[in-house]
């Protein structure tokens, strides 16, 4: 059976559960904890998540209270942040925190359902799942498979610049460790030469980045998935259009600030999702019986303007491929 019709299922058949229960339910508030690794609370993918839950009827102040946590970038703090939140005994927990966050869940609690996003890593080579299929225990979420879908940006990077020799990848250790596997495989098949730029402490140096790439003389920067380098995409953009490097990103609002092209799932539509289980789970579904789904919606963003200003003329053929075209 499809993921989404065995989802759609199982809203079903809780939407028409007794009016009685639900009335008994109806003035009882419950609780959502939710840990990310980095970002704070006013990001978009969480405003999505949010709205999302409204429209499910659940409304914060109402019969909704949320308990947000972040990380900040400093993965040393997910597990006290997932014992914390534990102790306040919500209904479910949302992670948005990569692995450790969600591991560091798995060992904080074996009874509060948590549902997580595994947009940048594998949650079942993570140990944070048995399968897809089959979660069990008392986690289940959303996989975006990113770490597979590396090689492709890197494809479609190499069809906009075809004399492409060396490429610099700016990333964030151990978030995107296992893309920047997966994409050093693609560059060996494509017989493209990587400058790794890889960091492992936070704040990431943009502009000692940029510099390395162009004394090494790379011809494009990619920039793996990692909510780091979300706050600085427009910094990112202006940095590379000062030194002249194409750029490709995970996600398209880097293009919108002035990147030069995405390849990605739409994140806003996986929190959406996400808030989808939560509510299922609010109903009385167990994570146990809801399968890891994989996303299905991808999006290639190209910014014209960008192209133009680093004299770089995009093949009709890709433009034609592209979801959202900025001029």
């Known amino acids: 059976m499809d993921r989404r019709a065995f989802i759609t299922g199982i809203a079903g058949s809780l939407l028409a559960a007794p009016l009685a229960v639900e009335a008994q339910r109806a003035d009882r508030v419950v609780r959502v904890g939710f840990l990310d690794s980095v970002s704070s609370r006013n990001v978009p993918w969480i405003a999505a998540f949010e709205q999302r839950l409204v429209e ?9 209270a949320i308990d947000f946590r972040t990380a900040e970038g400093h993965t040393d703090r997910l597990q006290d942040l997932a014992t914390e939140l534990v102790a306040l005994k919500p209904d479910v927990i949302v992670a948005s925190a990569g692995p450790d966050g969600t591991l560091a869940l798995k060992h904080a609690t074996s009874i509060i359902p948590v549902i997580f996003s595994a947009i940048e890593w594998d949650p079942v080579a993570d140990g944070v799942v048995d399968s897809l299929g089959r979660p069990g225990a008392n986690l289940t979420g959303i996989s975006a498979l990113a ?15 075809p004399r492409l020799m060396r490429v610099a990848v700016m990333w964030h250790r151990p978030r995107a460790t296992d893309q920047y596997r997966v994409l050093r495989e693609a560059a060996l098949a494509l017989k493209l030469q990587l400058i790794s730029l890889e960091r492992d402490t936070l704040p990431y140096n943009l502009e000692g980045a940029f510099k390395t790439a162009a004394r090494g003389g790379a011809g494009a920067v990619l920039v793996l998935g990692s909510p780091v380098f979300f706050s600085e995409r427009k910094r990112l953009g202006e940095l590379a259009l000062r030194h002249r490097l194409p750029t490709s990103f995970q996600r398209r ?9 995405s390849y ?5 539509d996986i929190l ?10 609010l109903k009385g579904a167990k994570p146990s019986d809801l ?4 996303t299905t919606k991808f999006e290639l963003a190209i910014n014209l303007k960008t192209a133009k200003a680093l004299g770089l003329t995009i093949p009709p053929p890709l433009l034609q491929r592209a979801d959202q075209v900025i001029e």
């Open 56 to 64: 499910l009827g659940y409304v914060e102040g109402k019969n909704l």
């Open 147 to 161: 770490v597979e879908f590396s090689s492709k940006r890197l494809q479609l990077l190499l069809e906009a610049a």
């Open 253 to 261: 609002d880097y293009v919108e600030a002035g990147g030069l092209m």
């Open 264 to 268: 990605g799932p739409d994140v806003n």
């Open 272 to 281: 959406q999702h996400l808030a989808d289980y939560t509510a299922l789970i």
């Open 291 to 294: 399968p890891v789904e994989q």
